[in-house]
């Protein structure tokens, strides 16, 4: 996947992604997708 992001510069490219990834997974686990809980190990993806 790619993503093309507009962020300031003073925001470290570390934080940025470690919030992404965070709100990404709340998503995946609230719509409860069959297919990704099958593949979950031990609650995290």
Same mark, same amino acid.
């Given at each position: 996947?790619?993503?093309?992001?507009?962020?300031?510069? =003073?925001?470290?490219?570390? #934080?940025?992604?470690?919030? $992404?990834? @965070?709100?990404?997974?709340?998503?995946?686990? =609230?719509?409860?997708?069959? #297919?990704?809980?099958?593949? $979950?190990? @031990?609650?995290?993806?």
């Amino acid at each position: 996947m790619h993503l093309l992001v507009h962020y300031p510069p =003073k925001v470290a490219v570390s #934080s940025l992604v470690n919030s $992404l990834k @965070g709100v990404s997974s709340r998503l995946i686990r =609230k719509r409860n997708y069959p #297919s990704i809980q099958g593949a $979950l190990y @031990g609650g995290r993806l």
